[in-house]
């Protein structure tokens, strides 16, 4: 029995179905990480999470999600400074540590190297104290 096409059809229907749950696991790993953006979210913790190998997870991530998982981190945690940024006067370091960078620092660089511009000269865009000051 070289070929048996139902054995293959069950091999396929496995595939996919490993494919999807590949998929679903991906997305839930995704939600978690903008939730909890000040965790440890390494390759590591994640794979853990998604109960995989960490290079199993760093590989189907990447497939899924179109970029490495750190990548997907470090977008998250921008996405949820910048947010901060415009809503909120706390000063930068605090929210730094608030979306999950390791200081102020990292924040700066992250901004610049993303954005191009510094966290400051974004709150000063795109922030509330801004837009207070040009409608009064």
């Avoid at 903008?34 to 999470?49: E, K, M, N, P, S």
């Avoid at 102020?104 to 000269?121: A, C, K, Y």
Wanted: hydrophobic content about 40%.
């Amino acid at each position: 029995q070289l070929f048996n096409p139902s054995r293959k059809r069950r091999t396929d229907q496995l595939a996919a179905f490993g494919t999807e749950m590949t998929r679903v696991v991906v997305q839930l790993v995704s939600a978690l990480v903008h939730v909890a953006v000040t965790c440890d979210l390494g390759v590591q913790a994640l794979a853990q999470i998604a109960n995989m190998s960490p290079r199993n997870f760093s590989r189907a991530f990447s497939r899924e999600a179109k970029v490495s998982p750190a990548e997907f981190v470090e977008l998250a945690r921008l996405d949820a400074a910048r947010r901060l940024l415009e809503h909120d006067r706390n000063p930068l370091k605090t929210i730094a540590l608030n979306c999950g960078f390791r200081d102020g620092q990292h924040m700066r660089d992250v901004f610049r190297r993303r954005l191009g511009v510094s966290p400051q000269q974004y709150r000063s865009s795109f922030g509330m104290v801004n837009a207070a000051r040009q409608n009064g």
